[in-house]
Nanobody, 122 residues
Framework: QVQLVESGGGLVQAGGSLRLSCAASSARTFSTHAMSWFRQAPGKEREFVATISGSSASTRYADVAKGRFSISRDNAKNTVYLQMNSLKPEDTAVYFC??????????????WGQGTQVTVSS
């Protein structure tokens, strides 16, 4: 079982930056879980944003995140981050942290946090 708690969301103007954090507690070593960020905008389906492997060796990004967002993790702190730069109003969504069943960037996400709201004003 893995518990995930996101933080760092808020209101920011277009062009600004935010860094989201997700603290994890798990019966397994944190590095055995790939970690991902997803988001869900009002009236839309949840969509993939970024994934990082357990060792941090590999990352994957959705097209909407490439060049603007950066995922990282600190296995000593059991925490994954999402640095978001050059934010746009269309980035407004609830952002969810997820933990994979394995450490691969292609792992199935088996555990989810409650989400943190990000609102970008124009």
């Amino acid at each position: 079982q893995v518990q995930l708690v996101e933080s760092g969301g808020g209101l920011v103007q277009a062009g600004g930056s935010l860094r989201l954090s997700c603290a994890a507690s798990s019966a397994r070593t944190f590095s055995t879980h790939a970690m991902s960020w997803f988001r869900q905008a009002p009236g839309k389906e949840r969509e993939f944003v970024a994934t990082i492997s357990g060792s941090s060796a590999s990352t994957r990004y959705a097209d909407v995140a490439k060049g603007r967002f950066s995922i990282s993790r600190d296995n000593a702190k059991n925490t994954v981050y999402l640095q978001m730069n050059s934010l746009k109003p269309e980035d407004t969504a609830v952002y969810f942290c997820a933990a994979g069943n394995t450490g691969s960037v292609y792992a199935t996400m088996g555990y989810w946090g409650q989400g943190t709201q990000v609102t970008v004003s124009s």
